[in-house]
Every structure is written in structure tokens, then in C-alpha cells.
């Protein structure tokens, strides 16, 4: 009888894979971990970052620490960040303000005590009108929300649009700010803050072609304020790989960089020059100082407003005589009048409420009356 053939085996046999103890698990993270002096070290180096740069987003710091060695830039480098900022606020060695995020907001409407309440802060939030008599309309866009807390305080000083698109703008946002732009008589200057990445310079190519079409009858001058290849050789900004899942990658090259990589305070200082280069010479100071003479007035409306009786006026003093002489005499220009002003603020401070009310007026209407930059002081 012959003997049967063993069985060819079903399945191969295979080494089983044993799961590592928790020991090795233990070992593996304290030895990846930072010590406590190493965390103190990076903690200190990331508060003088935002000390000297604030307000920033949690990325910009991110890519700051990069630049300077202090993390490496990755994934978990930026978790490293993100925690070392919640961990500094919390122990009260970061002000909270010194980090930026909008993205995240609370709408609520603004009330008021009473009429006296609403005078109050109608003065203190009173701004005057900066380009009513400039031959230009400027607006700022910026890709991204989160970065809108670090340009907002340079838009805001000079009274200027800041248009958050977050990356493709709506159409339906599109259509209004070109309704706007194409009820203007005077050029619309449009600058653009976007990623250098394929889809970060598209998009700011959709703006303006949108804006052109459904603004045919305007003037409109278009710019990509930032990123542009020229920053990134001058500035030495940190690149990374473009993604070549996007399907505009093919034409744009093999590098990308973030907005975000730009100092917080030359991206600001890059908005502020841009700005400035559309209003007159001194026309920004001249503006604020009428600004505060016309704030003063409804200061003192304010104060009236609670039914009070006025304190009895004092004599007139000296200072206050020789102010409308020189106010309803002035010949100079605008400019002149304004550093003569400027020169007598402690001696307008120490004047009754009501006659640096009165000055300021004058002043005011003098001032308007004046050319900006010809004449002298008499």
C-alpha cells in the first residue's frame, strides 16, 4: 500500500507580530520628549518673537520659530507651538491680546444707558472722513481671516477697507464691493495679500477679473501686494513643496510660500507704505488733529446732555485772548496753523471745557479755510 502524499498546505505560515510593552511604548516617548529646561528655553525664545511682533496668529509664530532654529518645521513642530501658546497665556507669562484670531467672533448690538451714554462714546469713537477730498479709493484684500487681526490696525488708521476674501471669494461678495467701487468718480487701487501657491495667486486673479467685469466703468488698478517671487528671494521666506494634487500646480512652479511667513511687522509696514503713497504729504496729521478739535465738541455736548447746570465761566485767561487774535488773523497754510496749534496743547488743557470747545471751532473753521502746504506763520 502506498503511502499518501502529505497535504499542501492552505496558507503560508507567518511569524506573529507581538505587541511592544508598555514599557517600550514608556521609553520611546520620554525619549522624544523635551526636558523642562529645553520647553523653559523654546517658551522664552517664543515670547520674544511676539514681543517684538505683536499681534500675530499662531502660524506666524510658528513659521518665526522656524527661520530661527527654534523648532523644526513640521507638523509636530507647530503642535509644539500651538501648546507652548495656550500653556504662556494660561500661566499669565503671554498676554492674551499679543495672539490674534479672527476667525471667531461674537455679534451683538450695540446700547446705550441713556443719551448721555451714546454722546459719550459717539466722541470717543468719533473718526473723521480721510478720503473725501483724495483723488483715489483704495481697499485692501487679504486671502486669509486669520490674518485680518494683524493688518486691521494699519487699515483701520487710515480709514481704509480691509476686504477678507478667505481665499475664492463669493460672487455675491464680488457683486458688492464692485457696486460700490463702480459708484466712485475717482480710480479704485485694489491691493491683494495672498499665498504664493497656485491656488493663492488664482484667486486673486479671479478678483480682479470679477471686479472688472461687473465694474466695466471704472478705473481700476489691481496689485499683488504679497506673496511675490521677488519677497520671497529678498526676504529669504520659508518655502514648502507645492501640492501637486491642485489642479493649477503645473504652471507654477515647484515652491510655495504662506503669507503667513511675512513678519507680522513688515506686513504691516508693506500695507502702510502702499497706503500712504495715495494721500498728500501730511495730510494724515492735519486730518487727526481736526479730528480731536471736533471730538472735544461733542465731548462737551455729552457733558450737557445730563442736565447739569454749567459751572460759572471763569475770566477769560491771557492764553485764551491771544488764541482768537492769532486764529482770526492766521495768513499761513494749513500746516502752519496746525504746528502753531500743536505747540499750545498744555496751554489749551488748562482752559474751562466750554472755551477749548469754542477754540476748537474756530480752529477748525480756520483750518478748512487754509491751503495745506503754502504760506508761513505771520
Not at 196 to 214: C, Q, W, Y
Not at 333 to 344: A, E, H, T
Amino acid at each position: 500500500m502506498k503511502p499518501r502524499p502529505s497535504p499542501t498546505p492552505v496558507y503560508n505560515p507567518r511569524y506573529i507580530k507581538r505587541r511592544a510593552s508598555k514599557n517600550a511604548f514608556r521609553h520611546k516617548a520620554l525619549s522624544s520628549r523635551s526636558t523642562k529646561a529645553e520647553i523653559d528655553g523654546r517658551r522664552d525664545a517664543l515670547r520674544s518673537i511676539v514681543a517684538a511682533m505683536r499681534p500675530m496668529t499662531v502660524r506666524q509664530v510658528f513659521y518665526q520659530a522656524t527661520v530661527r532654529g527654534i523648532i523644526e518645521k513640521t507638523e509636530t513642530g507647530y503642535t509644539k507651538v500651538k501648546t507652548d501658546l495656550i500653556q504662556m497665556r494660561r500661566a499669565k507669562r503671554l498676554p492674551y491680546d499679543w495672539i490674534t484670531d479672527s476667525t471667531r467672533w461674537q455679534r451683538k448690538p450695540t446700547t446705550y444707558s441713556g443719551i448721555q451714554n451714546a454722546l459719550e462714546e459717539t466722541a470717543r469713537l468719533y473718526r473723521k472722513a480721510l478720503w473725501n477730498d483724495i483723488d483715489a479709493y483704495v481697499e485692501i484684500w487679504l486671502e486669509k481671516d486669520a490674518l485680518s487681526g494683524v493688518v486691521y490696525p494699519i487699515t483701520w488708521q487710515f480709514d481704509v477697507p480691509l476686504m477678507v476674501a478667505r481665499g475664492y471669494a463669493s460672487l455675491s461678495f464680488l457683486h458688492s464691493a464692485a457696486e460700490h467701487i463702480n459708484s466712485l468718480d475717482v480710480p479704485a487701487y485694489i491691493y491683494h495679500l495672498g499665498d504664493f501657491d497656485p491656488s493663492g495667486v488664482n484667486a486673486g486673479e479671479k478678483i480682479e477679473e470679477t471686479l472688472r467685469e461687473l465694474a466695466p466703468g471704472t478705473e481700476i488698478h489691481f496689485e499683488r501686494l504679497a506673496v511675490t517671487e521677488q519677497q520671497i528671494l529678498d526676504w529669504r521666506l520659508p518655502t514648502r513643496p507645492t501640492k501637486q494634487s491642485d489642479s493649477r500646480a503645473k504652471n507654477h512652479g515647484d515652491i510655495s510660500v504662506e503669507l503667513d511667513a511675512i513678519e507680522p511687522g513688515r506686513l504691516r509696514q508693506l500695507v502702510s507704505e502702499t497706503i500712504e503713497v495715495h494721500l498728500p504729504k501730511d495730510q494724515f496729521e492735519i486730518l487727526k488733529a481736526a479730528e480731536e478739535s471736533e471730538r472735544q465738541v461733542l465731548t462737551v455736548l455729552a457733558r450737557k446732555a445730563d442736565g447739569a447746570p454749567s459751572p460759572p465761566s471763569p475770566p477769560l485767561s491771557p492764553f485764551y485772548k491771544e488764541a482768537l487774535k492769532v486764529i482770526a488773523e492766521f495768513k499761513g497754510s494749513g500746516l502752519d496753523l496746525l504746528n502753531w496749534w500743536r505747540s499750545k496743547a498744555k496751554d489749551r488743557a488748562k482752559l474751562a471745557i466750554e472755551d477749548q470747545t469754542h477754540l476748537s471751532q474756530l480752529y477748525t473753521a480756520k483750518f478748512n479755510s487754509l491751503p495745506s502746504h503754502e504760506g508761513g506763520m505771520p
